[in-house]
């Protein structure tokens, strides 16, 4: 099952080089020996330490050490105290970046079922016992490689959504063929098929 997993180095980049790179792979929980919920990744917004929304922007603190930790494991925070966020830290240990997924298709659910972070996670059962898990090295949750190739044209690069700090930056990628996308760019439109 798990022979489809990353290179350890793909975490060691930008989380804007990671975040796009994650659209087309699979989020996978475990929830028992037989029970699997798998679902293809469509949104992802990449943050850093370098812009005011990222949670690292100002220091190190105890609720944002883990996004200063080592590249390729699980950061979970409540978003207003109500959704956990799932987030995989990247780039370099104490550098604060990494890469929200906020939006998930499976196949065999509703399709809007897991579009937006609060949702993934509900989906998912992700709450804060999964903070720093490393995202290859587990057995209850983690991201495996594309079955097949995803093309720049197949991806909508734009702004991030529900921050009130660097708006402008496009640190959003989607993919355009996806029904399951939280918020489409104005102008696109959902297609009618997955």
């Not at 975040?19 to 699997?36: E, F």
Request: hydrophobic share 30%; net charge positive.
């Amino acid at each position: 099952m798990k022979d489809d997993l990353f290179p350890k180095e793909f975490f060691y980049r930008h989380s804007k080089l990671v975040a796009p790179d994650l659209i087309g792979c699979y989020l996978i929980k475990k929830n028992n020996k037989k029970s699997l919920v798998k679902g293809l990744i469509v949104e992802t917004e990449a943050y850093s330490q370098e812009e005011e929304a990222c949670h690292g922007y100002r220091k190190k603190t105890e609720s944002n050490k883990l996004l200063f930790g080592k590249p390729g494991t699980f950061y979970i925070y409540k978003s207003y105290g109500i959704h956990h966020c799932l987030n995989i830290v990247t780039d370099k240990e104490n550098f604060a970046s990494g890469v929200l997924i906020r939006a998930v298709f499976i196949s065999t659910k509703n399709e809007r079922l897991a579009s937006g972070p609060g949702l993934v996670t509900k989906t998912f059962g992700v709450d804060k016992s999964f903070n720093s898990l490393e995202v290859l090295n587990n057995n209850s949750l983690w991201i495996s490689q594309r079955d097949s190739s995803i093309e720049e044209k197949d991806l909508i690069q734009t702004t991030r959504i529900g921050i009130s700090k660097a708006k402008n930056i496009k640190w959003r990628w989607y993919l355009k063929n996806s029904s399951s996308v939280s918020k489409r760019l104005k102008g696109d439109r959902t297609p009618k098929f997955q």
